[in-house]
């Protein structure tokens, strides 16, 4: 079972953000996750494509760009410009999301859905066929370095069995309180990619012992 490790900028050092970047790109990790917020869809703000065309700068990795934006339909190809690999939408923000994710295919790029805690999985079943990617919230978002939301772990089961009960190859990840003791319980419930903030560039031991801290921590499931 492969696992993948997407850290966050969102808890990165923005003064050293390239060398950080680096740093993470060659401690392993598999994506390089960008949080992009816009203090309306969440409380926070946060960085816009100018961002993530600097970050495609610094390494080669996948950008996994999230967007927990209003209407993220009108900011696609912008973000696609900069350099996303993967564009993900939340349910709750899109008027019409089934148009959403067809806009960002159009784009010859991978589409995912964030869900937050409260919004049932239910909401994905018309949009399935067009998802490369699945995101299940165990926080509430809008802020780095919160605690996980254990009681998430069943809507993780839930997706888990759906996408293997209809052969779906859409990766499974887990965004939200990611640490090396709650990795190999999202891991155990089916999530195939996590995202690490706080965990990966909020701690002293370095960039690269944090990321093998928590993957070591998956080989054990």
């Given at each position: 079972?492969?696992i993948?490790?997407?850290?966050?900028?969102?808890?990165?050092?923005?003064?050293?953000?390239?060398?950080?970047?680096?740093?993470?790109?060659?401690?392993?990790?598999?994506?390089?996750?960008?949080?992009?917020?816009?203090?309306?869809?969440?409380?926070n703000?946060?960085?816009?494509?100018?961002?993530?065309?600097?970050?495609?700068?610094?390494?080669?990795?996948?950008?996994?760009?999230?967007?927990?934006?209003?209407e993220?339909?009108?900011?696609?190809?912008?973000?696609?410009?900069?350099?996303?690999d993967i564009?993900?939408?939340?349910?709750?923000?899109c008027?019409?999301?089934h148009?959403?994710?067809?806009?960002?295919r159009?784009?010859?790029?991978?589409?995912?859905?964030?869900?937050?805690p409260?919004?049932?999985?239910?909401?994905?079943?018309?949009?399935?066929?067009?998802?490369?990617?699945?995101?299940?919230?165990?926080?509430?978002?809008?802020f780095?370095?919160?605690p996980?939301?254990a009681?998430?772990?069943?809507?993780?089961k839930?997706?888990?069995?759906?996408?293997?009960?209809?052969?779906?190859?859409?990766?499974?990840?887990?965004?939200?309180?990611?640490?090396?003791?709650?990795?190999?319980?999202?891991?155990?419930?089916?999530?195939?990619?996590?995202?690490?903030?706080?965990?990966?560039?909020?701690?002293?031991?370095?960039?690269?012992?944090?990321l093998?801290r928590?993957?070591?921590?998956t080989?054990?499931v």
């Amino acid at each position: 079972m492969s696992i993948k490790l997407a850290p966050s900028i969102l808890s990165a050092d923005f003064a050293r953000l390239g060398e950080q970047v680096i740093a993470a790109d060659q401690a392993g990790a598999d994506y390089i996750h960008i949080d992009v917020m816009d203090g309306c869809f969440v409380p926070n703000i946060t960085v816009g494509a100018m961002v993530v065309k600097s970050v495609r700068n610094w390494t080669k990795l996948p950008l996994d760009v999230h967007l927990m934006v209003r209407e993220p339909i009108n900011h696609i190809p912008q973000f696609v410009e900069a350099g996303a690999d993967i564009v993900t939408v939340h349910a709750e923000a899109c008027s019409h999301l089934h148009r959403t994710l067809q806009r960002i295919r159009e784009e010859k790029i991978r589409a995912g859905v964030a869900l937050n805690p409260a919004t049932p999985v239910t909401c994905l079943e018309e949009v399935l066929p067009l998802l490369d990617m699945i995101v299940v919230m165990t926080v509430n978002p809008g802020f780095g370095g919160q605690p996980f939301l254990a009681e998430m772990l069943d809507k993780v089961k839930r997706l888990r069995v759906l996408l293997d009960s209809k052969h779906h190859n859409a990766e499974l990840e887990v965004d939200g309180g990611i640490t090396s003791v709650t990795a190999p319980q999202a891991v155990r419930a089916g999530a195939r990619v996590l995202v690490a903030g706080a965990a990966v560039f909020g701690t002293t031991e370095g960039i690269g012992e944090a990321l093998q801290r928590i993957r070591m921590g998956t080989l054990s499931v």
